[in-house]
Each structure stands twice: as structure tokens, then as C-alpha cells.
């Protein structure tokens, strides 16, 4: 209530006004049936199965979710009208007794680059495809429909996946506006996966998936207080995804617990012909059984976790965050871990550099040539080239709001010519990084994962092909959500998701946003 009676709150004032209203609702409506806000995935199958729930009281709830919190969180981009439809037909199947597994009837939010063949547009958030048609749905978007999942709308993103320009804050894109972290008064949700992020933080829908090419899952949910998982590239097929780069990205679940993130992330790896090559080489990753084998309580035990503490924490200067980063190392050593402490790597200060490692350059060239040919195969679009993009915020610019935020990024990656030598020496030195920076720590100190404070690690996984989890690890001083990053080497998901578990069961961090209940 303070936030309202504070004198010369200025613009922000209305804004939290009505989130005031908005949050006096949210809270009747949670109070008012099942304790659903913050129920995992198990738990919501639990109460399809003993009849206290169905999905499409859980859609309605999400919907109600959604009219009071979005307005001010703006994370949902667009709701489906063919949700309630689907959950349903979902209800229907389970009571004839037809189970489709884990996600069957459960509400998941795609940010908005993933595309989808329905009622939904696929815009990156940009106006510039507003009225685009896709082909199909995107591969990971066929196995959760096969896998029974409620598809509940789209998340907003930062626009363009932040390749219009760096001076764009996380979180913005022209269609949503600026999304808003639940727990930080006008905080800063990061980019680009920032609605998938903030929307299951603030138990706006059930789970959701989020895309990385370098930080834009694994920022967003340590910002948020919720789990990430960023996929070794190719474990789930990008087909149908707005690309930027065929080298890094990578499709992954944003959830609020590991567990939930692991039964999206089973429904969405193998095998794709429409993303034939790094599928082709991921599927052999899969193990046999699925991930959820690796859910145990005692994950932490006989693991090597090797700590890299420069230059992540060096800018740290929060007792409660330095404290609790220590505390975190001894909930290793007490699962059975080996901690190997005070770790480097090779040349971090030019992989940190996205333009002395080359990263940049090249991702601009490999934005082009993917951006241009998702834009040809569309079966119908406003725009057909990077250049027609460009020329459409031009002639918008009130739409795109031209006079606040630039496009110098999209127009430096026009001026690209495709792959040529130099790109190719960017790339060859980017894999020498990775191989004698990353993967040489790993196997010196023959570690099961990295541990890095914040996401700040992210260009260190990303530019390799690494995967990552993210794990809530505490507030700061202030109430701002931190994770920590769990890196390891190309497709050791099983042991990431041991360790993440075990951490998150043994220290049990994550809390709601004060948003959601606490007025
Ligand atoms: C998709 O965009 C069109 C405008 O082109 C709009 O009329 C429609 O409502 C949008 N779809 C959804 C589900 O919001
Ligand atoms: C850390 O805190 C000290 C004392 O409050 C201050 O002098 C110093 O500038 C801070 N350092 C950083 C990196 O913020
Ligand atoms: C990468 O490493 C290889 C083998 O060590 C070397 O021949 C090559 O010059 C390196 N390339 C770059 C761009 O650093």
C-alpha cells in the first residue's frame, strides 16, 4: 500500500494503482478453489486424477491470472482463443481414461518467436510480422500438441530477440511494451525470454518455453526467481522458430521448479528432418528412459561441481548474495559433492568480449541468412527480407517506436554477406575458446558441472552448444531474485538435472513474487 500514498510517485504511480486492484483480485481468485498458484506439473495431475481439477478450470484460472496481473507485468503477449477448446478435448480424453502423459491438459505459454499454425501470431514481438502465416507449427510446438499440452498463448520478448539494438531494454518489445519483473518495483525482467520468465514466476500460466542463442533463458530466469533450462543445441529441434544463429540457438523450458522443467523438456527433444543436422547429432543424447530418471533427491552425491567465481562475483557486492553463495557451496559438499573452488578459464575476458571473440559479427551475418529464409517460406507476411523489416520501422516508426529505441543491429546486419572468410575465423576461433576455455576446465578437473553465479556465464555455454541450468538461489538485499548457472559439456543434461534438483530440494529457495498475495 505504500507504493500508492508515496508522494511525487510520478508516472509510475498509476501503474501500481492499479496493480493494487488488480492484486486484491488475484487473490480472491486463488483463495477461492484449489491452492493452484505455485502447483507443479505432479501436483496438477494429481488433482486431474482425484477429480478435484480440471483443465479447463485450470485455463479459466490462468485467464483470470492473466486479466489482472498482465496489465501490469506484460509477459503475455496473446492469449489462444482455442485454449479452452483444447482443455476440454484434454478433459474429455482423461475421463474416458486416455492419458497422453505429464503434460496432458496443462497450460503452456511459448514465447512469441516459436511458431504456431493457429489462431496465434508469430511476430518476435515486432509489428513488422503481425499478419504473418507459418507454414506449420514449430517442431517442439508438434510434440507438445502430440504430448497433449494446452497451448495458452504467447509470451512477450525482448523484440527481435535484442538484435535490433543494444540501447533497447531487456523485456521490450513495440507490440507488448515493457514486461516488468514481479519481483522488483519496475525492475528489470531481462531479455529475451522475459515473458516466458515473468509469466510462471507470477503464476500467470503453468510452464512455459523460452529460446537462447546466448542468455535469453538463462537471464531471464535467474531475474524471475524460476528455473531455465537451456538444451545442448540440437537436443530440441529450432525448426519453425524465428532463428538467429543455426551454431547457438537452442529451445528450452522456463518453469518455476527443475522437476517441471524436465517434463517439458522430455516432451520436446529428439529428433527433427526439418532440423535433420544437429537434431541428427543430439538425438543419440536422449537417454533411454527420458530425463525424469534423474529427478533424485540425492543428485548432489559423488558429483565433481567446479567453482568459477571471476569475473561472475567480482562486481558483487551484496553481504546477502556473497553469503549465500558460500552457504550454497556447503549444500554441495553436504549432498557428497566435490567442490573445486576458485577455478578459471582460459581467455575469459575475450569470451566475455562479443566483439574480440567475434561472436556479434558472426551472429549478425547468420542472422540475415536465417531471418531472410524464415521470411520467404512464410505462407503469407507483410515483410519477406531483413531489408523489408528494416524499411517497415522506418516507415512505422510511431508503431515501432522509432523515436525511443534504434535499429542499428538489424542494420548492421544487413550490410553482412553471408558466411564468408572472415565469419569463418570468427567461428574457428570461437571453437578454439570453447575447447581450451570451457571444455578444457571440465576434463583437467574431470568436473560433472561448472557453478557461476548469476547468468553472467552465458556467453561461455553459448558459444560452444553447452547446456545450462538455472536454478533460483536467493534475494538480494533489496528483494531482486539471483540464480546460479550449472554449465556442463555437450548433452550431460542427465547430470545437470541431478544436480539441479538436488540443490533446489535440499535449499528450497524459490518464493512467490509479493505481487501475488502478500497486500
Ligand atoms: C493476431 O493478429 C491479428 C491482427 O493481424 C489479430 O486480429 C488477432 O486477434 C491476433 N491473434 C490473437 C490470438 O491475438
Ligand atoms: C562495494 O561497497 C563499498 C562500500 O559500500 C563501496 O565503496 C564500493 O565502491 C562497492 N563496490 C562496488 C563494485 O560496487
Ligand atoms: C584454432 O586452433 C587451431 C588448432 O590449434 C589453430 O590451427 C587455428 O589457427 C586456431 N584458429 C584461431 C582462429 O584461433
Given amino acids: 500500500m505504500a507504493v500508492t500514498k508515496r508522494p511525487n510517485a510520478g508516472a509510475i504511480a498509476p501503474l501500481f494503482l492499479l496493480s493494487t486492484a488488480a492484486l486484491i483480485l488475484a487473490c480472491a481468485i486463488a483463495t477461492s478453489h484449489l491452492p493452484i498458484e505455485e502447483a507443479t506439473v505432479e501436483q496438477i495431475q494429481q488433482a486431474f486424477a482425484q477429480n478435484q481439477l480440471t483443465s479447463k478450470q485450470l485455463v479459466n484460472f490462468y485467464f483470470d491470472q492473466i486479466r489482472a496481473l498482465n496489465p501490469l507485468l506484460r509477459g503475455v503477449l496473446e492469449v489462444n482463443p482455442d485454449a479452452l477448446r483444447q482443455a476440454e478435448q484434454a478433459d474429455r480424453e482423461r475421463a474416458a481414461g486416455r492419458s497422453l502423459g505429464d503434460l496432458h491438459g496443462i497450460p503452456i505459454l511459448l514465447k512469441d518467436g516459436i511458431g504456431t499454425k493457429d489462431a496465434l501470431n508469430t511476430t518476435c514481438g515486432s509489428y513488422a510480422l503481425l499478419g504473418s502465416v507459418v507454414a506449420r507449427d514449430a517442431g517442439v510446438v508438434e510434440r507438445l500438441r502430440s504430448a497433449g499440452a494446452v497451448i495458452l498463448g504467447k509470451a512477450s520478448q525482448s523484440e527481435w530477440y535484442n538484435v535490433r539494438s543494444f540501447s533497447i531494454p531487456g523485456g521490450w518489445c513495440a507490440r507488448s511494451g515493457q514486461a516488468v519483473n514481479p519481483y ?20 500467470m500460466v503453468a510452464v512455459s518455453l ?8 538463462l537471464c531471464p530466469a535467474d531475474r524471475n526467481s524460476v528455473v531455465g533450462i537451456k538444451p545442448t543445441v540440437g537436443l530440441t529441434s529450432r525448426a519453425g522458430v ?12 522456463i518453469c518455476r521448479t527443475v522437476s517441471d522443467a524436465v517434463y517439458v523438456l522430455e516432451a520436446i527433444v529428439g529428433y527433427d528432418p526439418r532440423d535433420h543436422e544437429a537434431t541428427k547429432e543430439a538425438a543419440g543424447f536422449v537417454p533411454l528412459g527420458g530425463y525424469k530418471q534423474f529427478l533424485k533427491r540425492d543428485g548432489l552425491r559423488g558429483k565433481r561441481i567446479g567453482v568459477v567465481r571471476s569475473p561472475f562475483l567480482d562486481s558483487v557486492n551484496d553481504s546477502t548474495v556473497l553469503t549465500a553463495f558460500e552457504l550454497h557451496l556447503k549444500v554441495f559438499r553436504r549432498g557428497g559433492a566435490t567442490v573445486v573452488d576458485h577455478l578459471e578459464i582460459a581467455e575469459i575476458n575475450v569470451i566475455l568480449d562479443p566483439f574480440k571473440s567475434g561472436e556479434v559479427p558472426v551472429l549478425m551475418a547468420e542472422f540475415k541468412v536465417g531471418i531472410n529464409q524464415y521470411l520467404e517460406e512464410l505462407i503469407e507476411s507483410p515483410v519477406r527480407s531483413l531489408a523489408d523489416i528494416i524499411a517497415f520501422n522506418i516507415n512505422n516508426p510511431e508503431l515501432e517506436n522509432m523515436k525511443e529505441y534504434a535499429q542499428d543491429l538489424l542494420v548492421a546486419a544487413e550490410t553482412t554477406n553471408g558466411i564468408g572468410e572472415q565469419e569463418v575465423g570468427a567461428i574457428q576461433l570461437m571453437e578454439n575458446l570453447s575447447l581450451e576455455g570451457f571444455e578444457g576446465l571440465m576434463k583437467q578437473h574431470q568436473l560433472d558441472a561448472m557453478v557461476t553465479f548469476g547468468a553472467d556465464a552465458a556467453p561461455v555455454l553459448a558459444m560452444g552448444g553447452y547446456p545450462a541450468i538455472s536454478v533460483p538461489a536467493g534475494y538480494d538485499g533489496k528483494g531482486s531474485p539471483f540464480g546460479i548457472a550449472f554449465g556442463g559439456l555437450k548433452g550431460t543434461e542427465p547430470k545437470l538435472i541431478e544436480i539441479a534438483y538436488a540443490f533446489e530440494q535440499a535449499t528450497n529457495i524459490r518464493r512467490p513474487s509479493k505481487l501475488q498475495c502478500e497486500i
Fill in 184 to 203: 522488483v518495483e519496475g525492475g528489470n525482467p531481462c531479455g529475451s525470454s522475459s515473458g516466458s520468465a515473468v509469466s510462471v514466476a507470477a503464476n
Fill in 210 to 217: 523460452g529460446t537462447e542463442t546466448d542468455g535469453s533463458i
Fill in 242 to 253: 524465428i532463428p538467429i544463429s543455426p551454431r547457438q540457438d537452442t529451445i528450452g523450458p
